[in-house]
């Protein structure tokens, strides 16, 4: 039986909806206030729609991470946002602080288990490392600002 059946395209489609989707959730779900519940999935967001960005697969932008890494990072970044709750204690605020994370988080894992480690087209950037570099610095910087003003939200 092989258990990698869903195509990379089909991976960054998803990635390009889901990124977006965690950053905005605790907007969506009424969750301000609540940092343990809105920091995760924010965090998760923002770093999952950079690294799609870097990631060489038919949706990337600058082609530069390996699908393989951007699979095992998809399989950690989802156990982690599915655990948070519960290690945090925001579970303990009612189904909408938890439900959400873990069926994400959950959905991710399964993804990364499920996705083809190689993308459709065999395309690679030719694009410098540099540029993925900053592409990286970039994200990293966006995730910091909004770091910061999430915790001083509280």
Do not use: C, Q
Not at 81 to 98: E, F, I, K, Q, V
């Amino acid at each position: 039986m092989r258990m990698r059946v869903i195509p990379t395209r089909v991976h960054g489609v998803f990635d390009l909806v889901t990124g977006p989707t965690l950053a905005a959730a605790p907007n969506l779900l009424r969750l301000n206030g609540a940092r343990r519940s809105t920091l995760p999935p924010r965090l998760t967001g923002l770093l999952g729609t950079g690294l799609s960005a870097m990631t060489d697969y038919e949706t990337g932008a600058v082609r530069v991470v390996p699908m393989k890494a951007h699979l095992v990072f998809d399989g950690a970044s989802g156990a982690a946002l599915a655990s948070t709750p519960w290690l945090s204690g925001a579970a303990r605020n009612g189904l909408r602080h938890w439900l959400p994370h873990a069926v994400i988080g959950l959905t991710e894992i399964a993804l990364a288990i499920a996705t083809r480690t190689e993308p459709g087209d065999r395309r690679r950037s030719r694009t410098p490392w540099l540029l993925g570099g900053l592409a990286v610095a970039g994200v990293g910087l966006a995730g910091a600002v909004a770091a910061r003003r999430l915790v001083g939200d509280d």
